[in-house]
């Protein structure tokens, strides 16, 4: 039996076609981790700042840990899709080597938050916009692109602030940056299934 060549057009209609699925994945993917990862940091920053305002400064940064648990959930969740997916496109490997980027910046900044006086948010916050302002390119999603921007401003205004003003900017870029943009793209994702 001869396979009969395909056109130009059901050619570009394939490509088209998985481009298609290859955005309502990442969009399904990125819904998750933008939901887990900004409620995660919004419980974390108003758990410290309750923490250091109740008296527990040695205490406050324990509630960070609660990172620990998105890390497990993430690598997780990785494990899983990539069991899951076939085909491993060029886009899904560059979300992997931005995201891995600024889960490994965040590190360093952690294991050497002491040589700058533990004041790591401002810098936090600014990768956060670095990451965000790339994936919301990528996936042309003016909302984590214009979280990529509220990043940046909380990173000037954190910088004049002292620790504990710092956590609840920290919290408000969270929800504008990665919680309102994590269910937009969430509820995209339901409708695209």
């Not at 570009?12 to 981790?33: A, V």
């Not at 040589?115 to 790339?134: E, H, M, Q």
Request: glycine share 6%.
């Amino acid at each position: 039996m001869e396979e009969k060549p395909i056109t130009q057009n059901e050619s570009l209609l394939i490509i088209e076609s998985m481009i298609e699925t290859t955005k309502k994945r990442i969009t399904k993917l990125d819904s998750y981790y933008s939901l887990m990862w900004g409620y995660l940091v919004l419980i974390a920053s108003f758990l410290n700042y309750y923490l250091l305002s109740a008296g527990y400064g040695q205490q406050s940064y324990l509630a960070w840990c609660l990172m620990i648990l998105g890390a497990i959930a993430s690598i997780a969740l990785g494990f899983k899709q990539k069991n899951e997916q076939k085909i491993t496109t060029y886009f899904d490997k560059v979300l992997i080597f931005l995201w891995s980027g600024f889960v490994i910046c965040i590190l360093i900044l952690v294991l050497n938050m002491q040589f700058i006086n533990f004041k790591i948010i401002p810098l936090i916050l600014l990768l956060y916009g670095i990451a965000l302002f790339v994936n919301g390119g990528m996936l042309k999603f003016t909302p984590q692109i214009v979280g990529a921007v509220v990043a940046w401003i909380g990173c000037l205004i954190a910088f004049r602030l002292e620790m504990m003003e710092q956590l609840l900017v920290t919290a408000a870029v969270v929800v504008i940056a990665y919680i309102i943009p994590g269910h937009i793209l969430y509820n995209k994702a339901q409708k695209d299934v």
